[in-house]
């Protein structure tokens, strides 16, 4: 039988045909003609003249050469291929090729698609989320006018430098003097907070938060009314004159269903009708964004508001209860403001040196004030931990995408060879795969998109109570939505670079020869995909370790003796100011609360405080007796809390020596006070602090310990020992109590009852906080839990998707090497032996990854050192139990194409090829 | 430039001949892909032998007609057999080929009016 290829061949040799063309072309034509052939021979004819019959169709030599030459300029290969050559500029057609061409190989490929798409969508789901707060707690700038040019006026003062506590507020008199003598601002504007208790529109009579605002208020930020209007300057003017009201855009909707009418109208609120004069735009809700009003009442109508200590020092320079914030005249600097501030500081620190002395004043952008500025960095840094945490999440799900893009490059070996002989550049080929990773990218951007829009709105409703008043707008504006597509093609380009840039220079020799099971080049796909898995198992140990630490910190946290009886315990607060109620009214309606309280069947003890368990504290200096009280610098910044007999039973906290007080600490008698172990051993220490006594700064009193109190924990379940002393309320009035109420079973059963017991006394009062102690023990606790939990979650999504990575290679590698483990076998390997060969060398790269892992994680973890309870950064139960927990799932993911490997038939393996 | 009788005559010929066989190659491929062998037996054995297509002129009318995008070569490989170039038609192929099946009834009809011959 003649050579039909060669036959063929001779006949387009000329042509300068692609190689690879015209090896297609030789190829189909020769088995037209060998079919031909054969054809001829069944007929009949001898081999001689079936070859004679056959070749004539090739007869028209040069007219084939000529045709085929102007028809087969063009490729046109089996493959359906974007080809594309060098000198090719139409970068829009080629684009929307390159697009199309994607869409079709993603949608043909939809185990991996989906796999890429969920796990992309994932990670870019959780970015958005966490940048969602983040933006609304640190980007979005309040809803006021040209929020630049804004400042806050904060007190300073030397003696508590460096306490975090820097910044104070202002007090009113030196409010009104900064107003009127410094001239580097145009207007200056001031308030306070004050609780208020609704009882028109919808709902139950409720406890609110009331701005008490200068006039001027809404001027100086330029916020305008959205209904009705905001404060007139003779409003603030005639003290109780103008009963008006401007209320929060969400009050409206909420209590009175968003009717305009309202405007013009009356509203009760502390027992007092009110004007609504204007309702305000949707988001504001005042100058700071965790602490957000609901009604503005002008200050001129302080006394008919605002109620204890607050109003008793209304005019008091020292008390520092004010907030102020001004607009910098045209041409005004911060830093000039500062410098004027400054000056005006040392001159009222001269003219009242008893109140100001070494007293200053600073400004700071509105904008930054707007969060806590004290606390500032720590939100900054747990901002930061969370989105590096999803950035982890982000970057493993990268590392897996671009593991599964490798794999499959591999096999589009041959294609992408094909192509580059075809004359397609590389950058070409490179542009056509990051359009394929940037098209996922997108499609898992939206999906994530979608994941935030859920997740955020779970996150939001499990915050904790001091983000109850929170003003965040967590909504999806075009900032996110801008952040996402941002994260969306960093990700694509991120995944896709890599595999893009390694596959667009295949080798083109070993490419197109015959299809063979042994790539001689697996190897090197292979190493790059084993630094990639190790890549991803070290990420994924950082994501553990940080989850293993935070639960390790929760766990310390909840072996913290809180130094109260937790168990069977709930609170209750209200404010009897809020009714109207002077003192004298006051106590007597505590004494009748805590008596009907007393006599529910459920209740074991039952008692008052001015200040809730873990509800933080006031602070005054005290001095012990015989130090000089006019120098402050002799005393001692100390907690201290009002109580009422039997506060001590009813919380549990022991009374370590002398005595609790009892009905007979009531005003009039002799001034006592119980003081906790901590305060005892720093004022007297190696004297018995019983019979001590001591005064507090500002006051006339003189005041006798009786007895010693066990330490507790007033704020923060990781706050270090602080002296703390406790007053009679009786002694001390206050116009805001928490009852105590010890219950003899679960707390939760006697809420209901308690509730009833005290509204019965005043219907109209709202009772705020009605809680057990171990709800709110649960919210000191959220951070952490918060960290843990999402952490956690995150950790173990980075382990499940690097347990994917690592069985993807270890399946890869087993399949590359069937023949040789059949060999192997036939050479009397046992199974336990191929088992290991393949283990030891996946955990080979899994080692590598937890090693790397594990120092990342160490130097990472050195971050969240403020963060943790208990434990060090370097605690090596966590460390210890997730690199455990990491290997285990890593070796799981290897045992199983490793089992694999052993039940290789070597006969079945060597006849492979 | 002026072409001679026999010279008119064979491109005519060849014109007519590279019209009609498009048409018979786009409409044996239109209801399932074909490999250049199955084509030419088909029309030898459809036209009961009258029109023949030699290897040499079949391969370059499918690239032509590949390259101007009416039919799509493909390589598929069966089990046990060696793989084989197999011809679909595209969706711009159908077109063109619902064009020329109209056109050419046209023109037969147009050539029958003129010689006469009454349809049957």
Redo the contacts between chains.
């Keep these: 039988m003649p050579d039909w290829a060669q036959a063929v061949r001779e006949r387009v040799a000329g042509l300068k045909l692609d190689p690879c063309r015209e090896a297609e072309i030789v190829e189909e034509l020769a088995q037209d003609l060998e079919q031909r052939y054969a054809e001829a021979l069944a007929r009949g004819a001898t081999q001689a003249e079936a070859a004679v019959e056959a070749l004539a169709e090739l007869r028209d030599g040069p007219a084939l050469a000529r045709e085929i030459a102007r028809a087969a300029a063009a490729p046109s290969l089996a493959l359906s291929l974007v080809p594309g050559g060098e000198g090719r500029v139409n970068v829009f057609a080629d684009s929307w090729q390159d697009l199309r061409y994607a869409a079709r190989v993603l949608a043909k490929n939809r185990g991996f698609s989906a796999a890429a798409l969920l796990s992309l969508a994932l990670g870019i789901g959780a970015n958005t989320t966490i940048f969602t707060v983040v933006k609304a707690l640190f980007l979005s700038p309040l809803p006021v006018h040209d929020v630049g040019s804004l400042v806050s006026i904060f007190t300073t003062d030397e003696r508590n430098k460096g306490q975090g506590n820097d910044l104070m507020p202002i007090s009113r008199p030196n409010y009104q003097d900064l107003r009127d003598q410094t001239d580097v601002f145009s207007s200056v504007a001031g308030f306070t907070f004050t609780p208020l208790s609704i009882t028109s529109g919808a709902g139950d009579p409720e406890e609110i938060q009331a701005c008490v605002a200068s006039g001027n208020y809404f001027e100086v930020l330029g916020v305008k009314a959205a209904y009705g209007r905001t404060f007139t300057p003779e409003e603030d003017g005639v003290p109780g004159a103008h009963q008006v009201v401007v209320i929060s855009h969400g009050l409206w909707q909420n209590r009175f269903g968003g009717d305009r009418s309202l405007v013009g109208n009356t509203i009760r609120l502390n027992g007092l009708d009110f004007t609504v004069v204007g309702i305000l735009p949707p988001r504001f809700r005042g100058v700071f964004t965790l602490f957000g009003t609901d009604v503005w009442v002008p200050q001129a109508m302080y006394q008919q508001v605002v109620s204890g200590f607050v109003r008793e020092n209304w005019d008091d320079r020292r008390t520092l209860t004010f907030f102020s914030f001004a607009r910098l005249a045209p041409g005004a600097s911060v830093e000039q403001a500062k410098a004027a501030l400054g000056a005006a500081g040392r001159q009222l620190a001269q003219a009242f040196p008893r109140d100001n002395d070494q007293r200053s004043f600073t400004a700071l952008p509105l904008a930054e004030a707007a969060l806590n500025p004290n606390r500032r960095e720590a939100f900054v840094a747990a901002g930061a931990a969370m989105m590096g945490v999803v950035a982890l999440v982000l970057l493993i799900a990268c590392g897996n995408v671009a593991n599964l893009l490798l794999a499959r490059a591999a096999g589009r070996e041959r294609e992408l060879a094909v192509r580059v002989s075809l004359g397609a550049s590389r950058y070409r080929l490179a542009r056509q795969l990051l359009t394929e990773s940037a098209l996922l990218a997108l499609l898992a951007g939206g999906l994530g998109l979608l994941f935030a829009h859920w997740s955020r709105k779970a996150l939001w409703a499990v915050r904790p109570a001091f983000l109850e008043q929170a003003a965040l707008d967590l909504s999806l504006d075009p900032g996110v939505l801008g952040f996402t597509l941002a994260i969306s093609g960093l990700t694509g380009l991120g995944f896709g670079l890599l595999p893009a840039l390694r596959a667009s220079r295949p080798s083109l020799a070993l490419a197109l020869k015959e299809r063979t099971s042994l790539r001689s080049d697996a190897n090197r796909w292979f190493s790059l995909r084993n630094a990639l898995v190790a890549g991803q198992v070290a990420l994924s140990l950082v994501a553990l370790v940080g989850a293993g630490l935070f639960l390790r910190s929760l766990h310390q946290a909840l072996q913290i003796d809180p130094g109260f009886e937790s168990r069977n315990l709930m609170l209750l607060s209200f404010n009897v100011a809020a009714q109207g109620m002077d003192a004298a009214r006051g106590q007597e309606f505590y004494r009748q609360a805590v008596e009907r309280v007393r006599e529910l069947p459920m209740v074991r003890a039952a008692s008052l405080a001015s200040t809730p368990l873990m509800g933080g504290f006031l602070s005054r200096t005290v001095f012990p007796e015989g130090v000089d009280t006019s120098d402050r610098r002799g005393g001692r910044l100390t907690n201290l809390n009002q109580v009422d007999p039997g506060f001590f039973e009813a919380s549990g906290i022991p009374v370590v020596r002398g005595r609790a007080f009892t009905e007979a600490d009531r005003e009039g008698g002799p001034m006592v006070a119980v003081v906790n172990q901590t305060m005892a051993q720093r004022v007297w220490p190696g004297t018995d602090a019983v019979g001590q006594r001591f005064r507090v700064f500002g006051e006339s009193w003189i005041i006798e310990v009786v007895g010693i109190a066990g330490d507790a924990k007033y704020e923060s379940l990781g706050e270090a020992p602080a002296s703390h002393f406790y007053l009679p309320l009786r002694q001390h009035f206050s116009p805001g109590a928490t009852l105590h109420v010890r219950t003899t079973s679960d707390p939760t059963a006697a809420l209901g009852a308690v509730r009833r017991q005290v509204q019965t006394l005043a219907p109209g009062m709202p009772l705020v906080g009605v809680q057990t102690i171990g709800t709110l023990l649960d919210q000191v606790l959220w951070a952490p839990r918060m960290a843990a939990t999402m952490l956690g979650i995150f950790g173990a999504l980075a382990l499940a998707l690097a347990a994917l990575g690592v069985h993807g290679v270890v399946s890869y590698s087993v399949a590359q090497r069937t023949q040789e483990v059949g060999i192997r076998m036939a050479l009397g390997a046992k199974a336990a032996d191929v088992l290991r060969l393949v283990m030891l060398q996946a955990l080979a790269i899994v080692g590598s990854g937890a090693l790397l892992g594990s120092l990342a994680a160490f130097v990472a973890a050195r971050g969240l050192a403020s963060l943790l309870l208990g434990i060090s950064t370097a605690d090596p139960l966590a460390f210890g139990g997730m690199v455990a927990l990491l290997l285990l799932a890593a070796g799981f993911a290897c045992y199983l194409p490793a089992r694999r490997a052993t039940s290789v038939d070597p006969l079945v393996a060597l006849r492979y090829e | 430039m002026v072409l001679t009788y026999m010279e008119a005559t064979s491109v005519l010929d060849r014109e007519l001949k590279k019209g009609s066989a498009e048409l018979l190659l786009l409409s044996l491929v239109e209801d399932r892909p074909r490999h250049?062998?199955e084509l030419?037996k088909l029309i030898e054995q459809r036209s009961r032998g009258v029109v023949q297509f030699?290897?040499?002129?079949l391969?370059?009318?499918?690239?032509?007609l590949?390259?101007r995008g009416l039919i799509?070569?493909?390589?598929v490989e069966r089990a046990g057999q060696?793989r084989?170039?197999f011809y679909r038609i595209t969706p711009a192929g159908r077109k063109v080929l619902q064009a020329q099946r109209s056109g050419w009834r046209e023109f037969v009809a147009a050539i029958d009016r003129v010689l006469g011959v009454r349809p049957a």
Aim: charged share 30%.
């Design positions: 250049g062998y030419g030699h290897v040499a002129s391969y370059p009318l499918l690239y032509r590949e390259r799509q070569g493909r390589w060696r084989r170039r």
